[in-house]
T-cell receptor
Framework: QKEVEQDPGPLSVPEGAIVSLNCTYS??????FMWYRQYSRKGPELLMY????GNKEDGRFTAQVDKSSKYISLFIRDSQPSDSATYLC????????FGTGTSLTVIP | EAQVTQNPRYLITVTGKKLTVTCSQN?????MSWYRQDPGLGLRQIYY???????DKGDVPEGYKVSRKEKRNFPLILESPSPNQTSLYFC????????????FGPGTRLTVL
């Protein structure tokens, strides 16, 4: 079983839709949970991070961590074409573990 | 501006010709690492370095070497590249006040013929 599982998509939504991206994990030792956004031909850029359980909001983005279910989510409200990218979840204990990424396209 | 830089950004080479991809950071982070990214496999760690002169293998170290002689630089060396090392490579640093996060360079796209 992989440490981190992420549905690769692709996911295609109309502009303005609410997007939900998810990852599951198996290691209960993970404490930091991150979402990265990667545009084509670019390096991953840190979008949000959360420590332990709970929610964190930043503008149109909300990250949720449910440690009891070993499940993390990223919600994007009022999605824009500029949100079209691959989104990677990541988590760390001593080592970092990344999901394989979900490709998102927001159609104008 | 805090950043991680990599050079070259694109490289086409032939099997067996030694090459080095440089990585430099200005964030004063102690931890640096190298990843390769392949379709369907995601990011896989090649090597990492906790500090100067301290390096360790990641998940896919075969065919790669690294060195960490100074804090800001962490070059990736392919002594004898093979076609299965054709990939997108990222250097990353780890750190940040109050958080455990990684910061990635722009990537190096390597093709080995």
């Amino acid at each position: 079983q992989k440490e981190v599982e992420q549905d690769p998509g692709p996911l295609s939504v109309p502009e303005g839709a609410i997007v939900s991206l998810n990852c599951t994990y198996s290691n209960s030792a993970f404490q930091y949970f991150m979402w990265y956004r990667q545009y084509s031909r670019k390096g991953p850029e840190l979008l949000m991070y959360t420590y332990s359980s709970g929610n964190k909001e930043d503008g149109r983005f909300t990250a949720q961590v449910d440690k009891s279910s070993k499940y993390i989510s990223l919600f994007i409200r009022d999605s824009q074409p500029s949100d079209s990218a691959t989104y990677l979840c990541a988590m760390s204990a001593n080592q970092f573990y990344f999901g394989t990424g979900t490709s998102l396209t927001v159609i104008p | 501006e805090a950043q991680v830089t990599q050079n070259p950004r694109y490289l086409i080479t032939v099997t067996g010709k030694k090459l080095t991809v440089t990585c430099s950071q200005n964030m004063n982070h102690e931890y640096m690492s190298w990843y390769r990214q392949d379709p369907g496999l995601g990011l896989r760690q090649i090597y990492y370095s906790m500090n100067v002169e301290v390096t360790d293998k990641g998940d896919v170290p075969e065919g790669y070497k690294v060195s960490r002689k100074e804090k800001r630089n962490f070059p990736l060396i392919l002594e004898s590249p093979s076609p299965n090392q054709t990939s997108l490579y990222f250097c990353a640093t780890r750190g940040g006040a109050g958080a455990d996060t990684q910061y990635f360079g722009p990537g190096t796209r390597l093709t080995v013929l």
